[in-house]
């Protein structure tokens, strides 16, 4: 697999998206710098492949998104859906499809039995924010900043609404979408949607932190975690507990969790088996 370049850096490839793996955490990162790392059809096709593999592939453990140059992420490619309007449907089935392939993508980052950690250096706007809050975890750069500023462009950020809701504030969330405005790193944390603020230079290595500490637990006990925490927080309160409970009784029957326990017992560190 291909390495990336340093974040900064100039395109230094045609592929839309380089991986690499670096121990138990694959990274995936977004490489159209000049584009803003816009999600072309061509990106998220790219995306979706990375995922359905690290889904056949155990040693991977954690997921880091981040991204080449300035921005993480400033959405659809604005020009990728304005050369459709000529269609015979005035791009109909070209919206139609890009949008239920997003969907789609969205999907499998939740779906996706790792963890997954978006590490934002710097714009994250509309389907980019979008991937921001469907991530498990973000972590930016002081420096970052937010948006779902499609009004300002006559294109009201629906979809993008679905994943913010779900992470912030519905009158904040309604606010951006309906101004426009940018949020900054910090007001993004107090809002809910990243989880750590970093310096520039640290950005790296915070998120490699926060990734190669998840990586160190039981895959096993992450995976049945994650699925029972994103089924719960849909439903009424005892309709949730009633689900947990259930989690909590498939976790204990792990053999990882029989492990955890010994070893806490042993006062020594357990040995995963990841089952």
Request: with cysteine; aromatic share 6%; hydrophobic share 45%.
């Amino acid at each position: 697999m291909e390495a990336p370049s340093p974040h900064g850096a100039h395109d230094m490839s045609d592929t839309p998206l380089l991986v690499l793996d670096d121990g138990p955490v694959r990274a995936l990162t977004l490489n159209r710098p000049k584009a803003r790392n816009t999600l072309t059809v061509e990106m998220m096709s790219a995306l979706e492949a990375a995922f359905a593999d690290i889904a056949r592939t155990p040693a991977v453990r954690c997921v880091l998104i981040r991204a080449e140059g300035p921005g993480f992420c400033a959405g659809h490619d604005l020009k990728e859906m304005q050369a459709h309007r000529n269609d015979a449907d005035r791009g109909r089935a070209f919206f139609t499809g890009l949008f239920t392939q997003c969907t789609r993508l969205m999907g499998l980052v939740r779906a996706c039995d790792k963890p997954v950690i978006a590490e934002v250096q710097g714009i994250a706007t509309a389907a980019g924010c979008q991937l921001v809050a469907t991530c498990d975890i973000a972590v930016a750069s002081a420096e970052a900043r937010f948006g779902v500023n499609g009004i300002d462009v006559g294109f009201f950020c629906s979809t993008p609404a679905v994943a913010l809701a779900r992470n912030i504030d519905r009158k904040k969330a309604m606010e951006l979408l309906l101004t426009g405005r940018m949020m900054s790193a910090q007001e993004a944390r107090e809002a809910g949607l990243v989880n750590h603020v970093s310096e520039p230079a640290d950005l790296a290595s915070t998120a490699m932190g926060l990734a190669t500490t998840i990586a160190g637990k039981s895959t096993a006990v992450t995976a049945l975690g994650k699925k029972a925490f994103y089924e719960q927080v849909q439903m009424p309160l005892d309709k949730a507990y009633e689900l947990a409970s259930q989690a909590m009784v498939e976790n204990l029957l792990l053999s990882d969790a029989e492990e955890g326990f010994s070893a806490f017992i042993d006062k020594r560190p357990p040995e995963w088996r990841d089952e």
